[in-house]
């Protein structure tokens, strides 16, 4: 089998908006056996659209096109394609019913296309959107088969591994079971994760392996194929233990849909411990991030967000000595933020960020360096400096999940 994969959006033809669609579904294909000879990018006209699709369904068995199923005037991607099939759209009442709860509950005008997102091509079987609105689907036409996907990544992404790729491992073999397993991982690249892989990834038949960069950390994608589900669920497990015994340190959970924040926030609540943090550098983003994981009530009672001098000395009451003689960007003031915040907070476990966000220099310190102080229940007070140079925000959400992972390497 080999395919096509067009990408619909004039955004992302002018540049504006990186594609990540296209290589995301790429590698996955690639893993399945399925060559893929062409990528296209085309903007939102109907005429070229639809030349496109023309050209792809002559010189390959699949075409997948992302993109353009939104609930505005230039998403035509099912407009187009229904019209060069010769076939009609229809609609999906479970979609439909999610769209309209969605306006209603919120008290959010209607777009006037809202409808279409709910649409699907006459004889296709229909993606679900768990992760949004527009539904996919997966056609198979005497001429080729087509899968159409939303553009935003979240949403294409969980569509993709959930409902497509079963569609497509049938499609490449046969009745053999397929299932694979992400892996997360932080503090390491996705270059150097697949330096130290190497001697598993140049061996790779099956299972097989592929590496995703993600902001700030890294996934790893097994996938294999058996005769039965006992059968390679016990393949994949010896993979994992391969991969682990060579870049364990790094790993922190499983699945697509994870986070160092979830993660943790469950750790705790499984160890029945309590946090609090003091945030400098990270201005309140690390609490932040507990506070989007449904439960962090069980375990966060409130911290701290210190951005200045005199906010920690008057708040965390770190006495002015310390900040006159270490800086605020230090090991010391560190501990004593880390320290204070749990003694006000009365809580098991405290974290603080004090660093150089950027891009100018503090203290003599350049740009993103920072220090990070994690209080134990017996006492102990851990400090970590780290050195990363990168863009302000990249800093504040590097220095965010390597707290995350300290407090997860001592308490897994």
């Known amino acids: 089998m080999n395919a096509e994969i067009i990408t619909v959006g004039t955004e992302i033809l002018l540049g504006e908006i990186v594609d990540t669609s296209a290589p995301f579904v790429a590698r996955n294909l690639a893993n399945l056996g399925v060559d893929v000879y062409f990528q296209d990018t085309v903007g939102d006209n109907y005429e070229r659209l639809e030349e496109t699709i023309s050209l792809a369904e002559g010189r390959s068995s699949l075409v997948v ?11 035509i991607t099912k407009l187009v394609l229904a019209k060069h099939l010769g076939l009609n759209l229809t609609t999906d009442e479970k979609a439909l019913t999610k769209i309209n709860q969605f306006y209603q509950s919120y008290e959010l005008g209607k777009p006037a296309n809202a409808d279409m997102m709910a649409k699907y091509i006459e004889g296709s079987t229909v993606l679900p959107n768990e992760k949004g ?18 553009g935003p990544p979240v949403e294409m992404q969980f569509m993709f591994n959930k409902y497509a790729l079963p569609i497509l491992a049938k499609l490449t073999h046969g009745n053999a ?12 690249g996705e270059t150097e994760l697949e330096k130290d892989l190497k001697p598993l990834i140049d061996k790779q038949t099956n299972p097989t392996l ?22 390679v669920n016990s393949l994949i497990d010896e993979m994992v233990k391969k991969v682990m015994e060579i870049v ?6 499983w699945g697509d849909d994870n986070s160092l924040a979830k993660v943790v926030v469950n750790l705790l609540k499984e160890k029945h411990l309590s946090i609090t943090a003091a945030e400098s550098l990270t201005s309140g983003m690390f609490q932040s991030r507990i506070g989007n994981i449904s439960g ?8 701290f967000v210190t951005y200045s001098a005199t906010a920690k000395e008057q708040m965390l009451e770190i006495p002015t000595e310390i900040v006159n003689k270490y800086g605020v960007v230090s090991k010391e003031t560190a501990t ?38 994690l209080s134990l229940p017996d006492g102990e007070v851990l400090t970590k400096s780290v050195n990363f140079a990168k863009a302000r925000n990249e800093v ?17």
């Open 210 to 231: 592929a590496t995703y960069a993600k902001r700030n950390e890294v996934t790893l994608r097994i996938t294999g194929s058996e005769k039965t589900e006992q059968d």
């Open 248 to 253: 364990g340190q790094y790993f922190y959970g």
């Open 65 to 75: 096109l992302t993109g353009g199923l939104g609930p505005t005037e230039d998403d």
């Open 133 to 150: 609105f527009a539904v996919g689907m997966f056609l198979k036409t005497p001429n080729c088969d087509y899968l159409v996907l939303p």
């Open 396 to 412: 504040r959400d590097y220095a965010t999940k390597t707290g995350f992972k300290m407090i997860y390497d001592n308490f897994k």
């Open 336 to 373: 004593y933020m880390s320290q204070n915040a749990q003694s006000k907070m009365k809580t098991d476990i405290a974290v603080s960020f004090t660093g150089v966000a950027g891009p100018d220099e503090l203290e003599g310190h350049p740009a993103g360096f920072f220090w990070i102080g």
């Open 296 to 303: 962090a009530s069980e375990v966060f009672p409130g911290g």
């Open 177 to 188: 079971v397929i299932d694979s397993k992400v892996m997360r991982f932080f503090g390491i």
